[in-house]
């Protein structure tokens, strides 16, 4: 039989697990969660909460928590976030704390790369490119091809080769608490593996040296990017949490045009594509972006994956894709937008449900300033359904789908064929303003 003593020391420590149980539960879930059975678990270890959004369904999601010594890391230059994600083939649990930040636009020594190194020997030159596919001499019916588009896409390639990090499976990558931690200039691409963990990191500046015009995108063309800061590619169970995605310092309102169109240079935040599944993003901030997230590569995309859950996040200067949602079964729920514009940035609409999407969006809060009409929150294709409940705009309960469709040629539809059951921390939208303004984005967990 246990001393008294002994008794009471166990109860304390039982009572220290439930109420850090109770407090991983709540707004400021994701800092430090204790188990009766593993002690305590830190931030590099740290496993996707039971419940917790798609994500967490089967298997759930625990990234790199198996890691032993061998395979976990500490990095602060590119060469060593090479090094540490090593062969995408390799499923031995590892984990990366990235130190300050890394900016991918470096070589093995550390001397800054510009685009007219990626450019060096391929032959490209925008100059020549514009001269070549000038649609006033080559045209609008067919994208370019010849001697300057094959050079763009050999310039093109080499940037990919050194701003492209392949994440494999099994795989935390963490920014260190207090060091600024980030990715600059590069693209984590998780592609076709399963359980990995982003966390705590902001990702800048993820910029397209060589964009591809093309004449047929649209009425007018478009110039069009590649390298998504985060790019999801057929990956199953992926927990996002805590980053901040930005374009900054380099805002769209500095872009050039050419041929009419405004030369972007940026793609996607986070994008999740070519049926990637089982998808938890939480506690984010995405700011000072155009075409923040796409759900769904394409509206022929095959129906059963593309399930994503998206709570506690802050949406702030964002012009679009907050998300655009194909085919999948979409969770959305406290997050905060605020669609004032920023930088330029102005909104064309938050969220996009078509090619049957199937959106649940609850208890999110918009803060609309009086130039900005609420029927342009919502957009679709006339197939694609937002079931909506407990959103405000500011401060006051609305009913966004119904605003959309009274003023929209198509109508979004009303029900959806699912009901989501992995909602943990679902809670009212009233003091999401005040309360993701401190809990959401890099830099907050300890």
């Known amino acids: 039989m246990a001393a008294p003593s002994h008794r009471r020391s166990l109860r304390r420590r039982r009572a220290l697990v439930v109420s850090a149980a109770v407090v991983a539960a709540g707004v400021g879930a994701g800092v430090v969660v204790f188990s009766a059975n593993a002690g305590t678990v830190d931030l590099y270890h740290q496993t996707l909460a039971a419940k917790d959004g798609w994500a967490s369904s089967g298997t759930g999601t625990s990234g790199g928590a198996k890691a032993d010594a061998a395979h976990t890391f500490t990095v602060s230059t590119r060469a060593e976030l090479v090094k540490a994600l090593g062969s995408a083939s390799d499923t031995t649990p590892r984990v990366i704390k990235v130190k300050g930040t890394i900016d991918a636009n470096t070589d093995a020594s550390g001397r800054k790369l510009t685009c007219a190194d990626y450019a060096a020997g391929t032959g490209y030159s925008l100059n020549a490119y514009l001269k070549a596919y000038d649609p006033a001499t080559y045209g609008r019916s067919e994208l370019p091809s010849g001697t300057q588009e094959k ?22 990558v963490v920014g260190v608490p207090g060091t600024g931690a980030g990715i600059t200039g ?15 990191l902001t990702f800048a500046a993820t910029e397209d040296c060589f964009p591809q015009w093309d004449p047929t995108d649209g009425d007018d063309g478009n110039w069009n990017s590649a390298y998504d800061a985060v790019t999801l590619r057929g990956a199953t169970h992926v927990w996002a949490d805590h980053n901040t995605f930005t374009d900054a310092p380099h805002f769209d309102s500095a872009n050039p045009r050419y041929f009419g169109r405004e030369y972007q240079i940026h793609d996607g935040a986070l994008d999740i594509t070519k049926s990637s599944d089982l998808v938890t993003v939480s ?72 090619a049957k999407a ?19 929150l919502l957009s ?50 009233t003091n999401l303003p005040t309360t993701l303004a401190t809990t959401t984005g890099a830099g907050v967990l300890k």
Do not use: C
């Not at 310039?155 to 990090?165: D, L």
């Not at 199937?358 to 342009?376: D, G, I, R």
């Open 380 to 429: 679709g294709d006339g197939t694609g359904a937002v079931k909506g409940s407990g959103n405000l705009v500011n401060g006051t309960v609305t009913d966004l789908v119904a605003a959309y469709n009274a003023a929209a040629s198509k109508d979004l539809k009303t029900s959806v064929n699912w009901t989501p059951t992995l909602t943990a921390t679902l809670e009212p939208a």
């Open 186 to 200: 590069g693209s984590l691409q998780i592609q076709n593996v399963d359980d990995v963990i982003v966390r705590n």
């Open 283 to 354: 506690r984010n901030e995405f700011t000072n972006h155009d075409k923040t997230m796409l759900i769904g590569s394409s509206d022929s995309e095959p129906a059963g994956k593309l399930r994503v859950t998206i709570h506690h996040n802050v949406w702030k200067g964002i012009v679009q894709r907050a998300p655009l949602a194909r085919v999948g079964q979409v969770h959305l729920y406290d997050n905060y937008y605020d669609v004032t514009a920023v930088n330029g940035y102005a909104v064309q609409y938050s969220i996009n449900s078509r």
């Open 358 to 376: 199937q959106v649940v969006a609850e208890n999110n809060y918009w803060k609309v300033p009086s130039s900005v009409k609420v029927a342009k």
């Open 151 to 172: 050079a763009r896409a050999a310039a093109q390639k080499k940037q990919a080769a050194q701003i492209v990090f392949k994440v494999p499976a099994h795989t935390t």
